[in-house]
């Protein structure tokens, strides 16, 4: 715990969320923001860290980014408050972590064909470069979007090295 105390201290930015946080688990209901996804994705490596596997914390960084940009990008803000709200958990199990973004919209995505000039489309593609397992489950009213990642040989893999890019991590 003391060191999620070290961290700098972050400056108010009007985020909107609650952190719970047990041992081995973390759960976060945040209206996602721009000003969100890093703060959160400082939160997350923090709790790696502490759990003792900071190695996975390129890539699990980028998936809770990506997915939370997804639900930025891609959900339709709540009709009683106007936000795109979204619950991400990150569980370390014994010989994975999960991580899961739950957000309130049915849609189910889709992979995008990627062309070379693409703008856009790309986030997915790496979910699934850098996670060991990834899938999304349709739940009442929303969608989970999960990865899964295994502690232990390719825990510290990540794009420095593999310069080639996700493709080359599996």
Known sequence: MADLLELPAT?????????????GHLAIDLDVSPEAVPITRSIVCAHLKLWGVAGLSDRV???VSEL??????????????G??????????LSEAVNVCVRDFDPVLPKLAYLTDDAEHGRGLHLVMAYADDFGCS??????????NFLIGARQTATAET???G?????
């Open 61 to 63: 960084a980028l998936t």
């Open 166 to 170: 996700p493709e080359d991590v599996r």
């Open 83 to 92: 936000a795109k709200s979204a619950q991400l958990t990150v569980t370390r």
């Open 162 to 164: 593999h310069p080639g």
């Open 68 to 81: 939370l940009a997804n639900v930025l990008r891609h959900t339709r803000p709540a009709p009683r408050t």
């Open 138 to 147: 349709p739940h009442h009213g929303g969608k989970d979007m999960w990865a």
């Open 11 to 23: 400056p108010a930015t009007g985020v909107r969320a609650t952190t719970r946080s047990a041992p």
